[in-house]
């Protein structure tokens, strides 16, 4: 006699064949598989999360709210889709919804309409450009948004002041002050600076020389970045992991070996390069030793419609 499954059982069936396809690669064989689950089960949340799972990381933000949306609904208490309801609401600038998903996941916002205000302090995001990912300190300005504090490398496609939405789910972590903070990956760049990135190399400066220069650029709302010191490039498994104390139980050195007096790669986020050399000329008048070189925008800022 053949087995007869019952809807529960066709659900089961069918949003298992969804997460194998996923495994696979097949992301829209998965979406069918989700959604002929929840056409036996409209009440479980599962299939309903799981597709907005995969909106999600496609940046379909509409589709991402409505299917996380309908696993809350099913599911209250489901904080994997209450979170990435907030993120869908807040990628669409559905403030309403987005503090709806933040208040029922805990957090006591204030009072207010329009943009989340509910700054979270320094957090690390990983930023993800055509040439390389780049772990960036960060202020969180809400649970789903940081504007970038650090100035990036060129080949991450990001600048200094970048306003991104991020991922709720811990991808890594960093310490800072002592303190152990996950690394959140960035989703989509939500409104760009704009600062403009350059790239300047000084010779016969000592350290404390260099960061006088930095503390002139933060002075005026800049950005600056010692490279040289500041870079470190990590294998994939540190990255995501701990790369400090025992990290991955190897080492990474750093990605250059400096003298005491150069030479130092600079990172600088200006508005105009002629602001940038007004800094530079004031510094150097100080410093007559010091010999810059080679100052040159190495991302333009971005266009403005």
Not at 145 to 161: E, F
Request: proline share 6%.
């Amino acid at each position: 006699m053949p087995l007869r499954f019952g809807k529960a059982g066709k659900a089961q069936a069918c949003n298992d064949l969804g997460n194998t396809r996923q495994d696979d690669g097949d992301e829209d064989g998965a979406l069918q598989a989700y959604a002929e689950a929840s056409s036996h089960r409209p009440d479980w949340a599962v299939p309903w999360y799981n597709a907005g799972l995969i909106h999600k990381y496609r940046g379909d933000w509409a589709a991402s709210l409505e299917a996380n949306a309908r696993a809350v609904q099913c599911d209250p208490g489901n904080e994997g889709a209450i979170w990435n309801l907030g993120i869908a609401a807040t990628a669409l600038g559905d403030w309403t919804t987005a503090r709806r998903a933040w208040r029922l996941y805990g957090i006591p916002l204030a009072e207010g309409e329009g943009p989340v205000d509910h700054f979270a302090g320094l957090t690390p995001i990983r930023v993800h450009g055509d040439e390389a990912s780049e772990v960036l300190w960060a202020d969180r300005i809400d649970p789903a948004r940081a504007i970038l504090r650090n100035v990036p490398l060129p080949g991450s496609g990001h600048r200094y002041g970048d306003l991104v939405l991020h991922d709720g789910a811990p991808n890594g972590y960093r310490l800072h002050q002592g303190r152990e903070l996950a690394v959140f990956d960035a989703l989509e760049l939500i409104a760009p600076s704009d600062y403009a990135t350059f790239e300047l190399w000084i010779d016969e400066a000592s350290q404390d020389e260099i960061d006088t220069l930095i503390a002139r650029f933060h002075a005026v709302g800049d950005g600056a970045e010692n490279w040289s010191l500041g870079i470190r490039m990590l294998c994939a498994a540190c990255s995501e992991g701990r790369p400090y104390g025992d990290g991955e139980g190897h080492e990474h050195p750093a990605d250059q070996t400096v003298g005491p007096r150069g030479p130092w790669r600079l990172g600088l986020a200006t508005r105009g390069e002629a602001a940038a050399r007004a800094l530079l000329d004031d510094w150097q008048r100080e410093h007559p030793a010091a010999a810059p070189r080679d100052l040159r925008c190495v991302l333009a800022a971005a266009s403005r419609s």
